[in-house]
């Protein structure tokens, strides 16, 4: 998968941006002051291998997490220059408190282990990207070949070490030469290619999602700190104090990322934690408002059932009862209905149509009569409106609208149904003479099972599913639906189709 092109841009001026500090900062840092003093580049050199520690502990937690062995081998590369570190900054540390003085050939071993160090991080990361391909599925490591690989590469850098001290290849400076300081160049080469393969990894997707592109960045930053060092014509000056700092720096940045990727993980679990927390809430909702708007209809179907088992009954009673019993059993099955609608609006395969709304709806409203009576219904249609849905899906969004309006508004009121096309759509509006929605609960009366907070919507409970099931519904259409307020103060519910052609 290629990468975005701002991405690869991205690398391409971060790149630009490395090697221009390769060739800046050595320049810069000619001006600055040596710090000379040995304890003070023996704390700098502890310090670096506390960070270095750090970071290549947080790299193998990432690995224990995600199982990326790129993780795990990147997190002994810092392992081993935070020990070469250790060991630079430690022998000084105990010659001078401890009055154990010092001796040529630990004078050439202390540089020999920074040089060696650097060496061993730069060629450790190019083969954590190479020699680690990025799998399926996580590959599980032993504990005792990781223990092993990581004692043995500390080994052979101080090994390395011994060998540069014996060559003397730390002390080796050329002021005739271009690059006076050609171990320090040859690591600072090192480290480009570990940049180089780092970026080209980040950019291929691979990993993009984890620490590559912060291990890169430190391993620009190392190339840049090991060009100043390469530029020095001293064996020791104040382009060491840039590459030390510089040096740290690289540490610290893996080590940040890695604690603002621990942040985001926990928030996203906390926001996981809200979101599951609400949906329990929803559920319990679901559960108390379904069973208490089905109980309601039963009981008042079982209590007229047992009355009109009294043969006694007769007359005018037993008809009424018998109307009763009609209303609360069509109740029942509009409240079924609605929520077998809400459970099946996102899935269920539509058998879409071709549908005249501005006839569909006339002939959907004489069927609802019985229940409508109530009120007054009038229709307005002008001409033709042609929508491509499925027609019983046409009908539940006509049938919550008509029978919302009928429930909020007062008795005797009218219920005005408008359909018209207006070129590029198909409107169908239900607008009613009640008290109309309050502003600040237009959206949420589309939420399921929400419930307004007017005094007409106390009266007559719902189930709190109808008009999420218009919205779902619509939705699913290709269209929209709002509310409105009416010139007589009431609610107009308007749903916006798209129009066949």
Known sequence: MQPPLRTRRSWVGLA????????????????????????????????????????????????????DRFELVAGLAFAVNAAADLVHGAIPFAAMNLGLGSSPELSRFIPATYVAGRLAMAVLLVIAVIATPREAAPAPVRHREAF?????????????A??????????SVRPEWIVPRPVDAASALTFAAAFGVLAREHLRSRRGDGMARWIALAAGLAVVGQTTMAFSEELYGPRFDVAHALKIAGYVVPLLAFVGA?????????????????????????????????????????????????ETLTGPDRADYLERLRRNAHT???????????????????????????????????QLQPILDTHRVEVVTHGPAHVMMDSHELDRIATNLLTNAVRYAPSGTTVTVKVEDDGADVVLSVADEGNGVPPD????????????SGPATLR????????????????RAGGSVDVRDTDAGGACFVVTLPAAR
């Not at 092993?148 to 390395?160: E, K, N, P, Q």
């Open 332 to 366: 029942l099955h509009r409240l079924i209905d609605e929520v077998l609608a809400f459970g099946e609006a996102p899935s269920a395969e539509a058998r879409v149509e071709r549908l005249d709304v501005s006839a569909h709806v006339p002939r959907l409203v004489d």
């Open 262 to 310: 621990q942040v985001r993980a926990l928030v996203s679990e906390r926001a996981v934690t809200e979101r599951l927390r609400e949906a329990d809430r929803v559920r319990a909702d679901v559960v108390r408002t379904v069973t208490h708007e089905l109980r309601t209809p039963l009981v008042v179907i079982t209590g007229f059932a047992d009355a009109l088992a009294d």
């Open 16 to 67: 630009a941006v490395v090697l221009l500090a390769a060739g800046v900062v050595p320049v810069l840092a000619t001006g600055s002051r040596y710090h000379s003093s040995a304890g003070f580049h023996a704390g700098i050199e502890i310090v670096g291998a506390l960070v270095g520690a750090a970071t290549a502990f947080a790299l193998v937690i990432r690995y224990l997490a995600v199982g």
């Open 441 to 452: 609960e237009r959206e949420l009366i589309f939420e399921p099972f929400y419930r307004g």
């Open 460 to 475: 007559h409970r719902g189930s709190g599913i109808g008009l999420a099931v218009v919205r779902q519904l619509a939705i």
């Open 162 to 171: 011994a060998l540069m001290a014996e060559w003397q290849l730390p002390q």
């Open 148 to 160: 092993v690989a990581a004692v043995g590469s500390t080994v052979a850098t101080m090994l390395l």
